[in-house]
């Protein structure tokens, strides 16, 4: 298809999706993205939009799953309580991600914004019968299921078998290369969740992660701008730790 062909499409095909998917950054990357935009006007009678502030509870675990969530940006935090206390971090989700998907009637954890997050919501009941009917999207929600499950694979890897500085420096790499997936520079890595919640996720103590923030400093592979910004100085290195060569 020649290259006037093909911009024409594009914009054709932008210029139909209804308001707002059709100036959403995340849409290509969120699961509404296997729609055409007839389907996507459908699809977007039962949305609704939802701003949750820093700290805003999304869902408790436990309560009905009554809603599937696209995160169109900000960043929200995923975690389990347990018995003792104690609190365990999933994962994080960002511009593009979903969440709240459930085999059973309820949530099976919670979920938590870290920043100002904007959400599409849709009624797991509705996204159920449209499911049926837009074959594309259940394929897609597949799809996104599978790198669910891959990714707590990956923590299961880092809590059971790496150090704690090849825990650390394999987080480091999976948000760099998780910024390239959403269109931005891979570096620096920004951090927007708290040196608490990086020691809830990786199995490790605040006193840990922080003494290994500072050796790999001393060690010239990392520089820290602030809190909240990692340069990663010899990414090569960190990628051989992350994958145990080194």
């Known amino acids: 298809m020649a290259v006037a062909e093909t911009f024409r499409v594009v914009a054709q095909r932008i210029g139909t999706l209804p308001e707002p998917c059709a100036h959403c950054d995340a849409r290509e990357r969120n699961f509404c993205a296997a729609l055409d935009p007839a389907e996507m006007a ?7 939009e939802a701003t949750v502030s820093p700290g805003g509870m999304l869902f408790h675990e436990g309560t009905p799953a009554d809603y599937v969530m696209n995160v169109t940006s900000g960043t929200v935090k995923m975690f389990k309580l347990l018995g003792d206390g104690r609190r365990q971090i999933l994962g994080f989700r960002f511009a593009g991600d979903f969440l709240g998907l459930s085999a059973g009637t309820d949530y099976v954890y919670s979920a938590e914004a ?3 997050s904007q959400l599409c919501r849709f009624p797991r009941r509705k996204l159920d019968g449209l499911r049926e009917r837009f074959p594309g999207l259940n394929r897609r929600l597949l799809a996104l299921s ?21 825990r650390l420096v394999s987080f480091l790499i999976l948000l760099s290369q998780g910024q390239v997936r959403r269109g931005l ?15 809830d996720y990786l199995g490790l103590t605040i006193e840990t992660v922080s003494r290994t923030f500072s050796s790999l ?3 010239r592979l990392i520089e820290l701008e602030d809190t909240t910004h990692v340069h990663l ?10 994958a145990g060569f080194a």
Do not use: H, W, Y
């Open 114 to 116: 870290l920043a100002e």
């Open 42 to 48: 459908e699809f977007s009678r039962v949305m609704t």
């Open 185 to 199: 520079r891979p570096d620096p890595v920004t951090l927007p969740m708290t040196r608490s919640d990086i020691a």
């Open 217 to 219: 400093r001393k060690k």
């Open 233 to 242: 100085v010899d990414r090569d290195k960190l990628e051989e730790m992350a």
């Open 146 to 166: 599978i790198d669910e499950l891959t990714a707590a694979q990956e923590q299961l890897l880092l809590l059971g078998r790496k150090t704690a500085e090849e």
